[in-house]
């Protein structure tokens, strides 16, 4: 049975895409079968992953709208050095939230989806990138999830994010979703110069419990450039500090599934 994990946080510029795109290549490179659900209408997981959203012929507004069925929005991921499967988004979904106000079960149109396809029973990981914001969108995707993996930038104003953030999980456990878990924070752009960075990790670590899963990623020129040429870190860069941080996070994550 296949674990949906969705990739949250409400503050937009954590690293929420970068998480998605390259914890998936790991996680597929490693023989798991893998299913990224891009929503986030800046498409960006879409483009990060070698597909061009302005020429697929159906995206996961189309699903979430009726307008096409699981099989035919599904795509493979450009690179073929491992499977990885894709529902692609561009920037129509950004209307979603208007569009779906009078829609029953507004808020479990996407867990509907997953159920009636099977989709769990075809995939080991199904990773969900959520939009930067609490929007019908992020319901959707923590509605379907088994765990929410939260990416947190290493800087002040992150910490006050994760409040909020956690505050919403929280209402989402109690109302919607009641086997829901936090898989884990994921420190991003981490810098070991400056005395910020280690202070931010502190404070969640004694907020949230040292047994939380953890994982650190460094501040890496080459996490920035992979995107743009359609490719994960395991590809593009694969013995950057970026990518190996990554690895040890795809491998954390399998690890605590088999526990």
Aim: include cysteine.
């Amino acid at each position: 049975m296949g674990k949906v994990i969705a990739i949250a946080n409400q503050k937009g510029g954590v690293g929420k895409t970068t998480t998605a795109i390259n914890l998936a290549a790991f996680l597929a490179e490693k023989g798991k079968k893998v299913l990224v659900i891009d929503s986030d209408p800046q498409g960006n997981t879409t483009t990060g992953l070698g597909i061009d959203k302005n020429n697929v012929e159906n995206t996961f507004y189309d699903l979430i709208m009726g307008e096409s069925d699981f099989n035919s929005t599904l795509n493979r991921a450009e690179f073929d050095e491992f499977g990885l499967d894709l529902l692609p988004t561009d920037i129509q979904l950004s209307g979603a939230e208007i569009e779906l106000i009078n829609f029953d079960r507004r808020e479990y149109i996407l867990k509907d989806i997953i159920d009636s396809n099977n989709v769990r029973d075809n995939y080991d990981y199904i990773l969900i990138d959520c939009p930067p914001s609490l929007n019908i969108l992020t319901l959707n995707a923590l509605t379907s999830a088994n765990s929410v993996l939260i990416p947190l930038q290493c800087e002040f104003l992150a910490l006050e994010g994760l409040s909020q953030f956690l505050h919403t999980y929280q209402l989402v456990k109690e109302r919607m979703n009641s086997d829901i878990e936090i898989e884990g924070i994921v420190f991003t752009m981490f810098d070991a110069r400056t005395n910020l960075s280690m202070q931010v990790v502190e404070e969640v670590t004694n907020y949230l419990g040292a047994d939380l899963f953890k994982c650190i990623i460094p501040r890496n020129v080459r996490l920035s450039e992979a995107p743009s040429h359609g490719l994960p870190i395991n590809l593009y860069d694969r013995k950057s500090k970026g990518s190996e941080a990554y690895e040890m996070l795809a491998d954390g994550i399998i690890e605590k599934g088999e526990n």
